[in-house]
């Protein structure tokens, strides 16, 4: 297995630029794994694939505003800081944009605190320590990022939150999620669909391509997640019942499969922490029946986790069928059902 395996040519008129309107206007690729069967629909006709006693589970995390713009001092050159992780309640990991961002360097946050650079990490990660919580400057100062490849959207920022979110802490948008409405959710739990919530704080590394040769010596990124005992309880109920679990994105994906490998007798158990789980072909779910995801970057690591799920092959021809009709890809792009 190489890297170069999970590689796809895409034209950047196939990344979406914009949602669909309403939200649940996007278009949905089902695909049967059994028999590798494809068709074409609205996502808000999912509901004709997902069956009663079968349980939906979402990631309930909200995008936090983690993009600040600043000064160098001395100097008053321009600075971008788009916050990571946190790690007490005056510092931070950040990615970093402007040149000479040494240990000592400080910046004047525009509408926010002062900050300095108290160790580079490498490339433009660097770790910041603030003169007060950032927190505090996030309403009148913080945008919501959006990934490099949308470029300029101009609309509602909470478009690039999902209908559920509730626990602020992701730098970017579980967007699997962001194709549901409440009618929708609230028509599914009418005909027996149960629904589920997960936490896990979405990392801007989930976007980052593979560059390693072979992906098994790639050091995936960690993620925090949660998964109550609430949760746990209905998966396992569903599982009791013969239905079937439905994972709303590769984030809840990850959650579960993670808290799965830490459970005993085969029985989901509540449980919370960093996941460093790195999904390849050959991995055995052991919770996830069936997944809601969008369409994802070529070599990255959620292309593996989805073509571990349905199949290499599988998954790459059902990339090239979806450019044959015209599908849009990424984060704001439409989404795949995999049965």
């Not at 509901?47 to 939906?56: K, W």
């Amino acid at each position: 297995m190489k890297t170069e395996d999970f590689f796809y040519d895409l034209p950047t008129e196939f990344i979406a630029q914009t949602p669909a309107e309403p939200r649940d206007h996007s278009r949905l690729m089902v695909l049967e794994r059994e028999t590798g069967r494809i068709s074409h629909h609205r996502f808000f006709e999912i509901g004709q694939f997902i069956r009663p006693n079968d349980l939906l589970v979402v990631n309930e995390t909200r995008v936090f505003p983690a993009r600040f713009f600043g000064s160098k001092l001395p100097g008053g050159g321009r600075v971008e800081l788009l916050l990571l992780k946190k790690l007490d309640d005056l510092t931070w990991e950040c990615l970093v944009g402007g040149s000479g961002m040494k240990p000592g360097r400080q910046i004047q946050v525009t509408e926010g605190p002062l900050a300095e650079v108290l160790e580079d990490l490498g490339e433009s990660r660097r770790l910041m320590r603030f003169a007060e919580p950032i927190e505090g400057a996030f309403d009148r100062a913080g945008h919501v990022p959006l990934p490099p490849y949308i470029l300029a959207y101009k609309g509602d920022p909470e478009r690039y939150q999902t209908v559920f979110n509730k626990t602020l802490g992701s730098a970017a948008a579980p967007t699997a999620g962001l194709h549901f409405t409440p009618a929708l959710l609230e028509k599914l739990q009418q005909q027996g669909v149960g629904l589920a919530k997960i936490d896990l704080h979405v990392g801007l590394d989930t976007f980052a391509p593979v560059t390693e040769e072979d992906p098994e010596t790639h050091h995936i990124h960690k993620e925090w997640c949660a998964i109550s005992a609430e949760t746990a309880q209905m998966i396992n109920q569903a599982k009791q019942n013969g239905g079937r679990v439905v994972a709303v994105g590769t984030t809840t994906v990850r959650t579960l499969e993670s808290a799965a490998a830490r459970s005993q007798n085969g029985s989901l158990q509540a449980w919370q922490g960093d996941t460093s789980l790195f999904i390849l072909p050959g991995y055995r779910f052991r919770v996830v029946d069936a997944m809601v995801t969008n369409f994802h970057l070529p070599k990255s690591t959620l292309l593996m986790l989805v073509s571990a799920f349905a199949g290499r092959e599988t998954m790459l021809n059902a990339y090239e069928i979806a450019k044959e009709k015209g599908y849009h890809f990424f984060s704001f792009g439409d989404a795949m059902l995999l049965l």
